[in-house]
């Protein structure tokens, strides 16, 4: 009897190894007689908040060009850019542009005194969701949102929320916030957001965890959505595409309050000044939170590609350049708005990325 | 017994088929050793340098390392031992229930079906806890804070999504009343028959035949049962990492609050994804902490076993 069913086993086991021995070797087949001339694997890693994007990004690319494997890990932005300065992955994706002490220390994967490439890739504006009995439509602003948050706003009928709502009847419950557990650039942009506009009463620095010691904290982007809708008078920040159907609120820019759109997100984007590090081939952008202009929705997250001009490894340049041309071409945004949620860039910011991307040496 | 007189016998002829299974039972017996010591090793190694580094420049900036894991192992503890309040007396029950007061058609099948809840992911518990619990018990938990405010482990507030320690230990105890109920089932199962007639027969109720036949017998097996289910309970990540409020830093012993305590293994699974550098080796020295707290217990536990086993009257 034993004998026989571990005999079943090993046949199981041997079964299994030939199966995925022959998924291989299909692989490969195909990728050496393409119609793409170009093959080869990419590796990138980064910002997880491009996660869903570069999944959908990805998978359009790869059925373009069979030959060519793309493996974008999201192991945050942090360790992307880390990961990319050593050499290990040919393009990083980052939700805050690289520090000027990462670009003077150099990149190992790039040819030495070539430059590196910063541009924009995936915008995401970030909802205020809330799920307060009776309540269908709310304005808010940095200040309000920021009290809420830190916890010094405690009920929905307080002073500074009736006076953004005149005619709304707030109920007289307790507020339940609910942010982030994990660490997150939504997190980091909605705080950078509160200190930019209302410094006075968020006074923590944004930063991926959540700052302060109140409210609730859920998992993922998916776990605050669930906590917002399943509570009761709660409040919430998440990636704008997964609100879903629960009430969003509009936030005040200059004297009027907007909701979000993917138009006002893209066009904060095209507008906002320069970054400090910015130059011929970084379009690294330093957003304009404080902006006065009711057709900016200044709550986003922009998550940037940063890359090489001239690569060690010359082989990865053609591969590099035909993926990040693809996933900020209109097409690409445009698979990253359908399947991931993002605002597209802007036609000028896309016509910018276009000839930026140009640089690259692949000679 | 009748294993040792064979062994010391020296006529016995060991077969090829005899000299292979025991060195394949020598060689898994050893294998689970080289796997434990081989995951203590990464441990400790990969601790080393979040326990030698500035504790400022792990997440948070605590004051030391043992600031930062005081409070997730508080945490941990806590959830598991409320856990195991509540799964122990159900579990206990529910195994006297099959092994001495059902029908045999229905203590088989309700023996089934506590199998098949082992068998469900956690996962899938995480999922009925965020979406079936916790709205469900938001009501009730408005009303403790409400009406025994007092009490310190409902003092308010009230958390507005259910999603507190509470609500967590509650899935845990579900999660490991299977385990604790199969394992003390097999236990009462194996009570001698004749200590349970002998009971009967001084005209003893059923309740006193368990009393002082059954549960004697059967405790070093109920403790071992409560051991694993604890173990189970103590290193839970998905359901934590799921269901839970946590606010790091945080020692309370409220169970109905927006801010709980985290656990070692929930806040592992929350801040792994994004780690690098240091706070990897920072996530690893707590699951080290974990690993060492699992074993204090579990020694403990049988130090508990093996003395209450003399006593058990059992042989």
Redesign the interface.
Known sequence: MNITRSGGLVAIALVGALALASCAANEGGTGSDTPSDLSGTLAGAGASSQGSAQEAWVAAFQTANPGITVDYDPSGSGAGREAFIAGGVAFAGTDSALKPEEIDGGFAGCVPDTGYIQVPAYISPIAVIFNVDGVEELNLDAATIAGIFKGDITTWDDPKIAALNEGTTLPSASITAVHRSDDSGTTKNFADYLSKVAPEVWDAEPADPFPYASGEAAQGTSGVVDAVTNGVNTIGYADASKAGDLGVAEIKVGDEFVAYSAEGAAAVVAESPAGDTAGDTDLSITLDRTTTDPSHYPLVLVSYIVTCVEFEDAEAAPLVKSYISYITSEEGQAEAAASAGAAPLSPEVSAQVATVLDTIVTG | MRMTTAAASPKATLRPADRIFSGSTLLAGSLILVALAAVAIFLVAQSVPALTADPYEL??SPDSFWAYVGPLAFGSLWAAFLALVMALPLSYGIALFISHYAPRRLAQSLGYVVDLLAAVPSVVFGLWG??VL??AV?PLYGWLVENAGWFPLFSP?V?????TILTVAIVLAVMIIPIITAVSREVFLQTPRLHEEAALALGATRWEMIRMAVIPFGRPGMISAAMLGLGRALGETMVV??V????P??ITIVLTG??NPSTIAGNIA??F?????IDVNGLIATGLILFAITLVINSVARVVINRRAAFSGAD
């Not at chain 2, 958390?159 to 999603?163: E, I, V």
């Open positions: 997440k948070g965020i979406k916790a709205p938001t507030p958390s507005g999504t259910g999603r990492a799921m839970l409020s946590p606010s830093k945080l927006s801010q929350l801040n994804p994004e780690a690098h550098g």
